[in-house]
């Protein structure tokens, strides 16, 4: 894998949001960037020549002067690839340290990256992904400008699902070095659920069980945090244990926040690779950037 952020895309205005919030970012780390605009096309009759093709690599270019324009340091890189969407993707992951592309929310990536499209490449990118939005609050964590100034008390933070029950550790990585690269504060959630069944039991059964599974759950996020709380001493690591469904309680906690980390699991099936339901209610309705870490 590269040192390099890569940012899709395909002169809509979501693609635009995600190239930008990609120069912060790749400016922030010390990272060149790389844009990169992928056109479908056949053998036979490829789509992205002609008359298409000048007009697309122009904008590709222009954005990529734009960006260099506002951060003269930062090496900026654009590539037209005249290829199947998913497949371009899929292989800017496989030498990104980050791979960012814009969202419309309440559906699926626009542009390049359309349908079942969307799906495929997060349940299978091996980089980490990022989804933002055309939006003001989705400019980045603290909603800092161009310069990184130290965050203001009050300014969005950090937060990161975790699902103690799969690896935790690659997303809770990125997010503390989000976090700290950004001098945001960091809250981590927990979402839980009583075991199947206990509804049955009586009230003070149920009270008393309840108390021991949330103490229980207590204990555990605080023991993932522990090693990363001494890996950064001074920035504010928060945690929030949350009962109830966790697609729902994630975007209820994400309310607020700069960026939303989360982990996923790649998943096969007939129909193609594919996210988990907590990871499809987050990227669809949650509004700002959404990081998808992939921890198989």
Same mark, same amino acid.
């Given at each position: 894998m590269s040192r390099l952020i890569i940012a899709g895309f395909d002169v809509s205005t979501e693609s635009t949001a995600a190239t930008d919030w990609a120069a912060r970012e790749a400016r922030r780390r010390g990272l060149p960037l790389e844009l990169i605009q992928a056109w479908p096309g056949s053998p036979s009759r490829p789509l992205g020549t002609g008359q298409a093709e000048r007009w697309g690599r122009q904008r590709l270019a222009d954005q990529a002067d734009a960006i260099r324009a506002r951060?003269?340091?930062? $090496? !900026?890189?654009?590539?037209?690839? =005249?290829? $199947? =969407? !998913?497949? !371009?993707?899929?292989?800017?992951?496989?030498?990104? @340290?980050?791979?960012?592309?814009?969202?419309?929310?309440?559906? @699926?990536?626009?542009?390049?990256?359309?349908?079942?499209?969307?799906?495929?490449?997060?349940?299978?990118?091996?980089?980490?992904?990022v989804l933002v939005r055309a939006e003001p609050a989705a400019a980045a964590p603290g909603r800092q400008a161009d310069e990184p100034p130290p965050a203001a008390t009050g300014e969005p933070?950090?937060?990161?699902?975790? $699902?103690?029950?799969?690896?935790?550790?690659?997303?809770?990585?990125? +997010?503390?070095?989000? %976090?700290?690269?950004?001098?945001?504060?960091? @809250?981590?959630?927990?979402? /839980?659920?009583?075991?199947?069944?206990?509804?049955?039991? @009586?009230?003070?059964?149920?009270?008393?069980?309840?108390?021991?599974?949330? +103490? $229980?759950?207590?204990?555990?996020?605080?023991? %993932?945090?522990?090693? /990363?709380?001494?890996?950064? =001493?001074?920035?504010?690591a928060a945690t929030e244990l949350l009962r109830g469904h966790a697609g729902i309680a994630l975007v209820e906690a994400a309310a607020h926040a700069g960026l939303l980390v989360i982990g996923a699991r790649h998943r096969s099936s007939p129909l193609g690779a594919h996210l988990g339901p907590v990871a499809h209610a987050v990227i669809h309705h949650v509004r700002c950037p959404v990081a998808v870490v992939p921890f198989s």
């Open positions: 951060f003269p340091e930062l $090496d !900026v890189r654009a590539a037209y690839v =005249p290829d $199947d =969407p !998913v497949a !371009v993707l899929e292989a800017a992951a496989d030498r990104a @340290t980050m791979l960012v592309l814009g969202s419309r929310g309440l559906g @699926t990536l626009r542009g390049f990256v359309v349908g079942s499209v969307s799906q495929q490449v997060l349940g299978r990118a091996n980089c980490p992904v933070g950090v937060t990161v699902g975790l $699902d103690l029950e799969h690896p935790y550790e690659k997303a809770l990585a990125f +997010a503390f070095e989000a %976090a700290s690269l950004h001098r945001v504060p960091l @809250t981590a959630v927990r979402v /839980w659920e009583p075991p199947p069944g206990s509804e049955y039991l @009586t009230f003070g059964a149920i009270a008393s069980m309840d108390e021991e599974l949330e +103490a $229980d759950e207590r204990r555990r996020l605080d023991a %993932a945090l522990a090693p /990363w709380r001494e890996r950064y =001493p001074d920035l504010p």
